[in-house]
């Protein structure tokens, strides 16, 4: 049975599974590997149309299934290296990415992490990736009790990155921003405990 390809929809999906392919976290860094402006991939993910090009020199560089870049059926990989392309799958996550700009979370594309680079589990899967001021967070939307340290939350509406410390009873403290100040617990929304911290 020949293989069927949709020219005219998906293209996102593939550039997506390329990415994996290449075994990278951005797309800032496939631009970069492919020698074009982030601009014209973002172009490409718009109009979701088939990458030809790219498809054609990602499977002469990594040697990758064409059925699974096409379609995502089947292994990444043929051969010896189908056992590793699928223990590689199952630790990938798909995670949201926002910038943190004036209190607001601007979403922006969605990023393949492997999970084993942060040290957790597979079942962590409400991870988001957040982005202020050249430092990248990972965030722990599972983390389900306030424990001291740094967190994502929402304060009075405004979204900010602040380190927290519980005190007695039924308080925390709160500093960041170049305010530190005490409220109840109540009076915040923790959104997700940070899990690692990048600074570029």
């Given at each position: 049975m020949s293989l069927q390809i949709n020219?005219?929809?998906?293209?996102?999906?593939?550039?997506?599974?390329?990415?994996?392919?290449?075994?990278?976290?951005?797309?800032?860094?496939?631009?970069?590997?492919?020698?074009?402006?982030?601009?014209?991939?973002?172009?490409?993910?718009?109009?979701?149309?088939?990458?030809?090009?790219?498809?054609?020199?990602?499977i002469a560089e990594t040697g990758?299934?064409?059925?699974?870049?096409?379609?995502?059926?089947?292994?990444?990989?043929?051969?010896?290296?189908?056992?590793?392309?699928?223990?590689?799958?199952?630790?990938?996550?798909?995670?949201?990415?926002?910038?943190?700009v004036e209190g607001k979370l601007k979403k922006d594309s969605d990023l393949t992490i492997d999970s084993k680079f942060f040290a957790l589990s597979t079942d962590s899967r409400n991870l988001q990736l957040v982005t202020e001021n050249k430092i990248q967070y990972v965030i722990n939307g599972d983390?389900?009790?306030?424990?001291?340290?740094?967190?994502?939350?929402?304060?009075?509406?405004?979204?900010?990155?602040?380190?927290l410390t519980r005190i007695p009873v039924g308080r925390v403290r709160i500093q960041g921003e170049g305010t530190d100040f005490e409220c109840k617990l109540d009076d915040i929304k923790p959104i997700g405990a940070v899990v690692m911290t990048c600074q570029s």
């Open positions: 020219f005219e929809s998906g293209g996102g999906k593939v550039l997506d599974r390329i990415l994996i392919a290449y075994g990278f976290t951005t797309k800032i860094a496939l631009c970069d590997h492919l020698g074009i402006a982030s601009s014209s991939l973002a172009n490409r993910y718009k109009r979701d149309f088939f990458p030809s090009d790219i498809v054609v020199r990602c990758v299934n064409l059925k699974w870049l096409a379609t995502g059926e089947g292994n990444a990989f043929a051969g010896e290296n189908s056992e590793n392309a699928a223990i590689q799958s199952e630790s990938l996550l798909r995670v949201s990415h926002s910038f943190l983390a389900a009790e306030l424990r001291d340290g740094k967190w994502l939350v929402e304060i009075e509406g405004a979204v900010s990155i602040r380190t």
